[in-house]
């Protein structure tokens, strides 16, 4: 067929779709497709759009409901509540036109929201092939809402679709709610569907409605509007500082032109390393930038070879040693390690070149100083320190990691289209972005209670005010305290503000504080991530009685130098997880209010904490820190003790 037949003909065809399409006067919102999981036992409301005047029927299996739409074509109806099952075809008439949802179940509907270990995908999680390979669960579904945002409340999601949990699909799942799910619809045996509705990166001022925040129905636009115009600044501000770069001088046409080890850079900049390019002065800035520095090694050494590790960089990376490629990686937070053949070595100084391209939100070599290191023969050397460094291309402006910063805008479009759409319940990880310093933690209190109480209220307008809440708590991350400080840290202050949303009813929280990884904000192990949230789930959501936390402080006795401290949820018994068998952890204080680290020993369902340092203990804490590492109590069921204090300093 000649090309412009070809071309007229596919043009005949985009004209008769578009006019069919055009045809359809009935219409039902985007969170209804085929696939879709519809909650169980509760009368299901389904709206959407038709003529205006028209009268519309709406099936599902036997359930039959009729309306008539407003003179706006708006309408609406409430089916009678169904037991689980399916697959059914939900189907929508009016004037004429028909509508139909095919393989549509009847079960139960979780949302999953919060940001990136939310969002974080089966595919990037601990065994992921394993985990995809076996995926065959046709009654096990997830929605992904696409990111995005708006001004005002809008009553329509952007887009997503509904997929199965099979081989196909299951990869691009949400790790936590996938595993979460799993479970689920191992013990209760009913169809589940996840909406994921996550943002990573995204802060929980976000994700609340402007109402809830108290502010005018204009707040958001205003937060908004005042994002835009500072970002406006600091762009204008980095083109002046270094030039409006639009094409990355340092790669021209496949040569890397920045990672010849000849070129002279004395006069380029100069960056700690690791930092995000946020905290080493280049606020707002996205694009390409280039790293380089060196390091010697004698004939022996170049002759065998070396591994030079990098850590995770946000986003992706191209790295040469001598001007020859070593490897290149893709995908934010992912820790780099590349051999480094004999061949591209030599004897004296070596010449490290790395390229880095970020495209949103934070940018640059970021792991742990740990991390940034060259092993060669077994020996490592530390890398980390002062680079030289300089920007190839500027790519700036409101990028969706500053967006989802602002009040509401996140809510208005990812969650209030969703609410008149009835639930079993919410899964909840979030926090990161609001545990960067202890007043954000201490203010995490009052918002997330507030997130709770009014999604419940607004969701489905009222009719299902308790329905369940869960969250994961933060997962231990960072360096760990060599003595103690004095508020242990705004990750541990954090988890307390969660923890304290358990005084609402239908809560219960996932603690995590054992599968966190201390140099990676993204731990992988997301299988006990949704084992501990199935477990609440099964208890707050489901009626069973079984165990569903590791040791939960009850109370304490001061008992001469020596502090008692009693035990909820000890399942079959209190351990330490200790090689010794010492329990780790813990931290007195006399009123000085001096915590030093403390000696404890298991006794009964009790453990006793002392230290010859505070002879008059009045205070206790566990696992009071960012990192936890060396807290080692557990039940015998498996689950770890929940961080406590007993102080309100």
């Given amino acids: 067929m000649r090309p412009t037949t070809l071309i007229a003909l596919l043009a005949v065809l985009g004209r008769a779709a578009a006019a069919q399409e055009a045809e359809h006067t009935v219409r039902l919102p985007k969170l209804f497709g085929n696939g879709m999981v519809i909650q169980r036992d509760v009368r299901v409301p389904v709206w959407g759009w038709a003529a205006a005047s028209a009268p519309v029927t709406v099936r599902l299996g036997p359930r039959v409901s009729r309306t008539i739409a407003d003179r706006n074509g708006k309408w609406s109806v409430s089916l009678l509540p169904t037991a689980a099952g399916g697959p059914f075809t939900l189907s929508v008439e009016a004037a004429g036109d028909r509508v ?8 139960d509907v979780w949302v999953a929201s919060g940001q990136s270990n939310m969002e974080w995908p089966l595919s990037l999680s601990d065994s992921a092939a394993q985990d995809i390979a076996s995926a065959n669960d046709s009654s096990l579904r997830e929605l992904k809402i696409p990111i995005s945002w708006s001004e005002r409340p809008t009553d329509e999601i952007v887009g997503g679709s509904w997929a199965r949990a099979d081989d196909k699909h299951v990869g691009a799942f949400s790790a936590v709610a996938y595993h979460f799910a799993r479970e689920l619809r191992a013990t209760q045996r009913v169809p589940i569907g996840i909406i994921n509705a996550t943002w990573g990166g995204s802060a929980i001022e976000t994700w609340l409605s402007a109402e809830a925040q108290a502010l005018a129905a204009d707040g958001p636009a205003r937060a908004l509007a005042v994002e835009c115009a500072r970002v406006d600044s600091i762009g204008a501000a980095l083109r002046a500082r270094f030039g409006n770069l639009t094409s990355d001088p340092g790669l021209i046409d496949g040569n890397a032109v920045w990672a010849a080890p000849t070129i002279d850079d004395r006069n380029w900049s100069t960056i700690p390393v690791p930092a995000s390019w946020e905290r080493a002065g280049y606020d707002a800035l996205d694009g390409i930038a280039w790293y380089r520095t060196s390091f010697t090694l004698d004939a022996t050494e170049a002759a065998q070879g070396a591994t030079l590790s990098l850590g995770p960089i946000d986003d992706d990376d191209i790295t040469w040693v001598n001007g020859i490629e070593i490897g290149r990686t893709a995908g934010y937070n992912v820790p780099r390690r590349y051999a480094i053949p004999a061949t591209a070595l030599r004897a004296g100084t070596n010449v490290i070149a790395v390229r880095v391209a970020d495209y949103g939100g934070g940018g640059g070599i970021n792991g742990s100083a740990e991390q940034i290191a060259l092993d060669v023969g077994g020996v490592v050397r530390p890398l980390a320190g002062t680079w030289r460094f300089r920007i190839g291309e500027l790519k700036l402006g409101l990028d969706g990691q500053r967006v989802n910063k602002v009040p509401a805008i996140t809510y208005n479009r990812m969650i209030a289209p969703v609410l008149p759409m009835p639930i079993k319940g919410i899964i909840w990880y979030q926090g990161e972005s609001n545990a960067n310093t202890d007043e954000q933690a201490r203010a995490y209190r009052a918002q997330f209670r507030k997130l709770i109480t009014s999604w419940r209220t607004a969701w489905a307008r009222g009719a299902q005010r308790d329905f369940p809440f869960l969250w994961v708590q933060l997962p231990n991350f960072g360096a760990a305290d060599s003595t103690p400080t004095p508020t242990g840290g705004s990750w541990a202050i954090h988890r307390e503000a969660m923890a304290a949303a358990l005084s609402l009813p239908n809560t219960g929280q996932a603690i995590t504080i054992d599968v966190g990884n201390p140099n990676d904000i993204h731990p992988r192990n997301k299988r006990d991530v949704g084992h501990r949230l199935a477990l609440v789930a099964r208890r707050v959501a489901y009626g069973e009685r079984i165990l569903t936390s590791g040791p939960t402080y009850r109370s304490h006795l001061v008992q001469g130098g020596r ?11 209190l351990l ?3 090689t010794d068998g010492t329990v780790g952890g813990f931290a007195i204080a006399g009123r000085d209010g ?3 680290w403390a000696q404890a020993k298991i006794e009964g369902d ?44």
Avoid: C, H, K, Q
């Fill in 100 to 107: 139909a949802i095919d393989d549509v179940m009847v079960g």
């Fill in 563 to 573: 502090v008692l401290v009693r035990f909820a949820n000890v399942g079959g018994g």
């Fill in 576 to 578: 330490s997880r200790s």
């Fill in 594 to 596: 001096r915590f030093v």
């Fill in 606 to 649: 009790s453990v006793v904490v002392w230290s010859d340092r505070v002879p008059e203990p009045v205070a206790v804490r566990y696992a009071w820190a960012n990192n936890p590492s060396d807290a080692t109590l557990y039940n015998r069921e498996g689950l770890p003790a929940a961080p406590f204090r007993t102080d309100t300093w």
